[in-house]
């Protein structure tokens, strides 16, 4: 091959190659040696060189092996570039992927055993089923609950779990709640009326007491409670002390008893129409609720008052009571004394006092201490 320069010393000419009874056509490039293009021929268009991949990198492992034993497998991966050649003016680049997955066995041992473990028992599920015979009676009901062995699995030759994969349970049941009957609570203090059967001397005043059906309440259908919710209670009452005589005594019928009008140590016995004054004996006073001589304890008002008091339930007072009803009805606190109070009948005033245990307060006698 022959190879010359122009005069122009700008260009390069291939000259014409001859082999036995072949010829290769002769062709003209030029070399733009200012610009570095390869045209065809002089003054020619400039050349397209598509790219091509270089060779295969080698493997560069990019994970660790998945398995300690039994066999894992590894990644990597291969890459290539499209330099052989790059592409040139305008040619195309490479085909295909930069980069190739590949994938290799590693620790290819055996493991050593693994004996299986049990998981937690799942939920129990009921069997919707009471053993209870009656509608409202208790009985149980019974469910069964699952697990399994795998905490972990058994591996390589381990063991399996030991024991059940199921187990059974019970709770109490019922059908329906059975019917509860109602029950009376105790009895609330007394509420006393304040007025006394009499307007001198002793007498007997009424109150109330309460209860509610509620230990326990009726329930589920049960009964409620029998009979009433009120209850009337008696007691010994004083206003004043009656003038002393007889003729205030008025017998209704023979054999009546009738409290002594200053004494509570004394009571009268009707004979007939008569009125005969009768002692109780020593220690004892006429109660008026039991009909008979009783006890000083069992008979407050005489035990309070003693045998001679005044209208103010006091003995021997010598105190000036500065407590004045005018025009007023109604129950009026003592200052003085709590467990007094004052009871104004249309002016008239009568100094009283509350039950032992009790004090005098928002009108009426209340229990407890003040």
């Known amino acids: 091959m022959k190879i010359s320069c122009s005069s122009e010393l700008h260009c390069l000419q291939i000259g014409e190659k001859t082999a036995a009874k072949q010829s290769i056509r002769v062709r003209h490039i030029h070399l733009n040696i200012q610009q570095g293009v390869l045209t065809d021929g002089p003054g020619g268009r400039a050349q397209n060189t598509d790219g091509g991949w270089s060779s295969w990198s080698a493997i560069?492992?990019?994970?660790?092996?998945?398995?300690?034993?039994?066999?894992g497998t590894q990644n990597g991966r291969r890459t290539r570039k499209c330099t052989n050649p790059s592409p040139l003016n305008g040619g195309k680049q490479c085909s295909g992927s930069s980069t190739l997955g590949v994938t290799r066995k590693c620790n290819d041992r055996d493991c050593p055993p693994v004996d299986g473990g049990w998981s937690n028992f799942t939920p129990v599920s009921w069997n919707m089923d009471c053993s209870a015979t009656c509608k409202c009676d208790y009985g149980v009901e019974s469910g069964?609950?699952?697990r399994t062995c795998t905490n972990p699995e058994p591996a390589y030759g381990g063991k399996e779990c030991l024991g059940e994969s199921f187990a059974t349970d019970v709770r109490q049941c019922t059908l329906k709640e059975c019917p509860v009957d109602g029950g009376w609570g105790n009895?609330?203090?007394v509420q006393w009326s304040g007025l006394c059967s009499t307007t001198c001397g002793f007498g007997t005043e009424s109150g109330v007491k309460t209860r509610t059906c509620s230990n326990p309440n009726p329930a589920y259908g049960g009964d409620d409670c029998v009979g009433e919710t009120n209850s009337t209670e008696t007691r010994q009452c004083k206003l004043k002390d009656c003038t002393n005589n007889t003729s205030t005594i008025t017998c209704d019928h023979n054999g009546q008893y009738i409290p002594h009008p200053t004494d509570c140590h004394k009571f009268y016995q009707c004979v007939w129409t008569t009125p005969v004054e009768m002692d109780c004996p020593t220690s004892l006073a006429w109660n008026e609720l039991k009909l008979t001589c009783d006890y000083m304890e069992n008979v407050p008002l005489c035990n309070h008052l003693g045998s001679s008091g005044d209208s103010s339930g006091n003995t021997n007072t010598t105190t000036t009571d500065e407590f004045e009803c005018g025009d007023k009805t109604g129950f009026f606190e003592d200052t003085k004394h709590c467990t007094k109070f004052y009871r104004c009948v249309h002016?008239?005033?009568y100094h009283m006092s509350c039950a032992a245990g009790t004090y005098?307060?928002?009108?009426?006698?209340?229990?407890?201490e003040c």
Request: aromatic share 14%; net charge positive.
């Open 60 to 71: 560069s492992w990019t994970t660790g092996c998945s398995a300690t034993c039994d066999v």
């Open 144 to 146: 069964y609950k699952n």
């Open 187 to 189: 009895y609330s203090l």
């Open 347 to 349: 002016g008239q005033k």
């Open 360 to 368: 005098f307060s928002g009108g009426s006698c209340i229990a407890g």
